[in-house]
Nanobody
Framework: QVQLVESGGGLVQAGGSLRLSCAASGSIFSINAMGWYRQAPRKQRELVAVITSGGSTNYADSVKGRFAISRDNAKNTVYLQMNSLKAEDTAVYYC?????????WGQGTQVTVSS
């Protein structure tokens, strides 16, 4: 079992920045990769960024060059640095852990970008 707790969401003006955090606990040694997803109203949940246990990263085209995913293994925490935010980035952001074919989700944190 893996527990995930996100934090760092909020209201920001377009062009601003936010940093999301996702703290993992439980069977963290078994985590293969962690990712950030988002879901806007009336839209499907979509992948934003993922980072593997080896540090490889992948991003959605819509956030490349603006967002950066990173991890602090000592703190069992994954971060999502979001810069140059746009109104279309408004969504609930979820942290996900990939563990041997099983996915664990956090509760989500709201990000609202005002234009």
């Amino acid at each position: 079992q893996v527990q995930l707790v996100e934090s760092g969401g909020g209201l920001v003006q377009a062009g601003g920045s936010l940093r999301l955090s996702c703290a993992a606990s439980g069977s963290i040694f078994s985590i293969n990769a962690m990712g950030w997803y988002r879901q806007a109203p009336r839209k499907q949940r979509e992948l934003v960024a993922v980072i593997t246990s080896g540090g490889s990263t992948n991003y959605a085209d819509s956030v490349k060059g603006r967002f950066a995913i990173s991890r602090d293994n000592a703190k069992n925490t994954v971060y999502l640095q979001m810069n140059s935010l746009k109104a279309e980035d408004t969504a609930v952001y979820y942290c996900k852990a990939y563990v041997a074919g099983i996915s664990y989700w956090g509760q989500g944190t709201q990000v609202t970008v005002s234009s």
